[in-house]
């Protein structure tokens, strides 16, 4: 019997839709690579703060992006964010970055920066590669493509409990505040707004545990595996 094919996977979603978590997890049962491209968003939006770069100053927020980088964690998965040889994975995923990042990733010149380096990633196949535009602007000829989405209540109720909060106390209610602002900015930007691409797989989380959710997108990569 012939190995089956090492598919590239776009994985697209809104803010907190489990995308990192699903895919990663997808990504270790089938022996593919992950990357999480809201990653690289992220470290340059670190690293504008760190240089006190303006966010309207798209040149050199864009020349930003040829200085951050991802590296494989134990898994091989790639997770870790590195900038200047340092690990700045956790700085990465703060309060402080959350409220900033949709306001980095909406400049055109930020965007083009970081289009080849997420293509390079994805060359060589045997990948899910999660983000906002990957279906429709990264990998406009993925093997397959699914569009992860829930409800923006359910999105912070997990992301409310993944900080340890309680649902209805404020920093709680100001989670699904902050959502609500990064998903209209995501979707209604200018370039590369979120939004599924026309052959993408919806698949909606509400209602679903972890474990299923993770099982539906491996049985849909199986399937496109077997040339279904
Ligand atoms: O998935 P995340 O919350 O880590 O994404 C951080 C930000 O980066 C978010 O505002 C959307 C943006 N992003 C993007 O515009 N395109 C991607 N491919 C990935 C993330």
């Known amino acids: 019997m012939s190995e089956p094919r090492r598919l590239v996977v776009a994985l697209d979603g809104p803010g907190s839709s ?42 050199r927020l864009a020349a930003l992006g040829g200085e951050v980088g991802l590296a494989p964690d134990e898994e091989g998965r790639l997770s870790r964010v590195i900038v200047g040889g340092c690990d700045v994975t956790e700085q990465v995923r703060t309060a402080a970055i959350d409220e900033r990042v949709s306001d980095v990733a909406r400049v055109a010149e930020v965007r083009a920066a970081l289009l080849p380096r997420q293509r390079a990633i994805a060359a060589e196949g045997g990948i899910i590669m999660a983000g906002r535009d990957i279906g429709t602007v990264v990998l406009p000829d993925a093997d397959l493509k699914l569009f992860l989405d829930a409800s923006i209540e359910e999105r912070a109720r997990r992301r409310a409990a993944e900080r340890g909060l309680e649902p209805g106390e404020p920093a709680a209610r100001q989670i699904l505040a902050e959502l609500r602002r990064r998903d209209r900015i995501d979707s209604t930007r200018a370039v590369a707004p979120l939004r599924a691409a026309p052959a993408a797989v919806r698949i909606v989380t509400d209602g679903l545990t972890f474990e299923e959710t993770v099982e539906t997108v491996v049985a849909a990569i199986r399937r496109t595996e077997a040339g279904d």
């Open 18 to 59: 489990g995308k990192s978590s699903v895919g990663a997890a997808a990504a270790r049962r089938l022996g593919y690579r992950f990357c999480d491209t809201g990653l690289l968003y992220r470290a340059v939006t670190w690293l504008a703060i760190e240089r006190s770069v303006d966010l309207g100053d798209v040149n």
